[in-house]
DNA sequence: TAACAATAGTTGCATATGCAAATATACACT
DNA sequence: AGTGTATATTTGCATATGCAACTATTGTTA
């Protein structure tokens, strides 16, 4: 396809800004200073906790130094906590803390109300659709 | 719908990071220090030359910080520069450069190329079925 | 006209990301 | 064992964004 494909950066791009601001807010609201990047984080915690950073990484899609600033951070907030590895002391298991379990708890019902309200209007067809599609641009760019 | 969204947030994260990530890698490769975020600032400016950051806060969708620190960069660069408004002290028109004019003019079969490519693979309907869902997406977190 | 509100832009602070370079540790091979 | 390579994480630098607070200017209106 040409020429037509215009603009899909830019709808791309504003989307998701909105869609993080949407959840950044929303968790602040609910009286909780969580980013939606450290959002993810907690939630893959939450259903593996113990992975190391660059488990984390590759799970997330992020980079090895992006992972070790946002474990800083939660870590500062006391949500996780690095505990080193017996038989690898160049690694770090990540724990949720109480506080983490806690906070996730708390967070999901407002999560699955997001996801839902994103969704309006949209039918399961619509869902697959635009899964193959997105993911179809992601393979797109992925290769050389 | 419900339920089944569960990952729309990190699939389009994860999409739009690589593209962002794609475009800018070309950029650097063919030789300029232009970020995803400059380009469409340039775009833009191509179109409508004289833009006040107001307006191209309004059509970039960012909002008037992100727009004042960008055109410092590209300013800086000697892509743009700021031009007072005599009717209004408080304004800025921005213009492209002849180097910024150039730079976009050299940038642009790249960017359609990019463009083509990120497409590959999926038809007009596609393009069309995609666009309505990311709008409705977008839409639906606009509201309150 | 004086006071207040609205608009345009900038700056500071916190967070996130990409990249390159650094450190520390583990692994592999001769 | 010793050298070189790979892996895990961290740090520095540049850029981008959201938000709140600030300055400067313009508009409104009592």
Do not use: C
């Amino acid at each position: 396809m040409q020429a037509e494909n215009n603009k899909i950066g830019y709808y791309l791009e504003r989307t998701t800004r909105l869609v993080k601001l949407n959840f950044h807010q929303a968790f602040k609201n609910a009286g909780f200073n969580i980013t939606p990047e450290q959002w993810v984080i907690l939630d893959i915690l939450n259903s593996q906790n113990g992975l190391s950073q660059s488990d984390l990484a590759e799970q997330s899609f992020k980079d090895a130094p992006s992972i070790s600033r946002i474990i800083d951070t939660l870590a500062r907030k006391s949500f996780v906590e690095r505990k080193p590895v017996k038989n690898d002391r160049r690694k770090f298991e990540i724990f949720l803390t109480e506080d983490g379990i806690k906070t996730v708890k708390a967070l999901t019902p407002l999560v699955n109300k997001l996801r839902n309200q994103s969704w309006q209007g949209l039918s399961k067809e619509d869902y697959t659709k635009f899964l193959k599609i997105i993911n179809k641009i992601f393979d797109n760019m992925s290769k050389e």
